[in-house]
């Protein structure tokens, strides 16, 4: 190869590099400004989140200020003020470890703290929350059986309030054992309060311990994603799991009763999480409302809206052999048909429902 070959193929070389370090720069040009119209395309997104929000914000503030429930909810608390002393519930609360039950079952229900608890779940079903009824004479007068319910609300109070429809509507006065995210049994106070009150950590070993006690069960197979939801995603039912309150069912043998709740996805409409307060706090989600944090502990207050609680057809899923729970497809199957038909049921009671508040 002669001295002006070798010249060109130097030069060839230099060139090659020199297009190639142009083109990898300009590839890094073109990605940096993609992930510039990708971050733009997001916060956009995250706009236009917040702009609903707020909207959903303003339109539920017109119905609160517009209405007179503002008086009825001073009303409310002057009663519980005047028949149900808030000292008497903090006493009770802070003396939680001094007086229990001589027998406390495993799960660690006391039914002296259930009775000390009874006037203020009286004042929250009959006169706060006015809960409705409907469908008493789907509930099976004999034996075990799941009552399986949507779940909303931040606190498990749905799971009080289907305690107390069941506890004066069962022919025998009985109640359910709900169980319930262990999250909840593990924090301060509300722990020991649920705990006591006969809830159980969630899990298909403590329903089918429950049940083989001849115990009512109850189930929120939506968990936290319930929970989670906010305001706008109101009254839409998360996904049940995996099928485990099917095979509940089936190992137990004790036919499914669907619960709908109407009334409690209002007492805390969520309009947003803020992620990075639930970290500082070590909490799994930290929900933002009209009125929490903005309005500190008064924020927590719970809304008075009127509640219907509805118990549906029993779903006779204890006939199903017992192989069934082996076969995914069928689970799944009858899974989403249990969460078809809650849902139905709370679109029934929404579409006769004129006011969150009054009904």
């Known amino acids: 190869m002669g001295k002006t070959q070798l010249k060109e193929k130097n030069l060839e070389d ?6 190639s370090e142009v083109i990898e ?22 706009l236009a989140k917040v702009l609903d929000q707020l909207s959903t914000y303003q339109q ?42 001589l027998e406390v079952d495993e799960f660690g229900k006391d039914e002296i703290f259930m009775e000390k608890m009874q006037p203020l779940i009286n004042f929250l079903y009959e006169d706060y929350w006015r809960v409705e009824v409907e469908g008493v004479e789907n509930l099976p007068q004999e034996g075990p059986f799941l009552l399986v319910a949507n779940h909303a609300g931040v606190l498990p109070f749905d799971a009080f309030m289907i305690t107390e429809a069941v506890k004066r509507n069962h022919p025998f006065g009985k109640f359910p054992r709900f169980l319930i995210e262990e999250w ?12 006591r009150y006969g809830m159980a950590r969630g899990s298909q070993d403590n329903a089918l311990r429950l049940l083989q006690k001849g115990e009512i069960v109850g189930l ?13 995603e109101k009254y839409k039912l998360q996904r049940f799991g995996r099928g485990g309150t099917v095979k509940v069912a089936i190992k137990g043998g004790t036919p499914v009763i669907p619960v709908a709740v109407v009334g409690s996805e209002e007492i805390y409409p969520v309009l947003s999480h803020w992620d990075f307060a639930a970290r500082m706090a070590g909490l ?37 052999p017992l192989e069934t729970i082996e076969n995914e497809i069928i689970i799944n199957t009858f899974n989403e048909e249990l969460r078809s038909t809650i849902q139905e049921m709370i679109f029934e009671i929404l579409k006769k429902r004129r006011s969150i508040f009054y009904g």
């Open 25 to 46: 720069n300009v590839d890094e040009i073109l990605h940096r400004r993609s992930e510039d119209f990708r971050l733009i395309e997001k916060n956009v997104g995250e």
């Open 220 to 232: 929120f197979p939506e968990g936290r994603k319930g929970i989670f939801k906010t305001y706008p």
């Open 284 to 320: 799994p989600f930290f929900p933002v409302t009209p009125f929490f944090p903005f309005l500190g502990l008064f924020g927590i207050i719970p809304l008075p809206a009127k509640w219907v609680i509805k118990f549906g057809e029993a779903i006779p899923l204890h006939e199903l």
């Open 184 to 195: 909840f049994l593990t924090q301060p106070f509300i722990g020991i309060i649920l705990q």
């Open 60 to 101: 539920l503030q017109k119905e609160i200020l517009s209405s007179p429930m503002i008086l009825q909810l001073i009303e409310e608390w002057r009663y519980f003020i005047r028949k149900i002393s808030p000292f008497a519930i903090l006493r009770l609360l802070l003396g939680m470890g001094k007086e229990v039950s």
């Open 14 to 19: 230099i060139l090659n590099r020199k297009l």
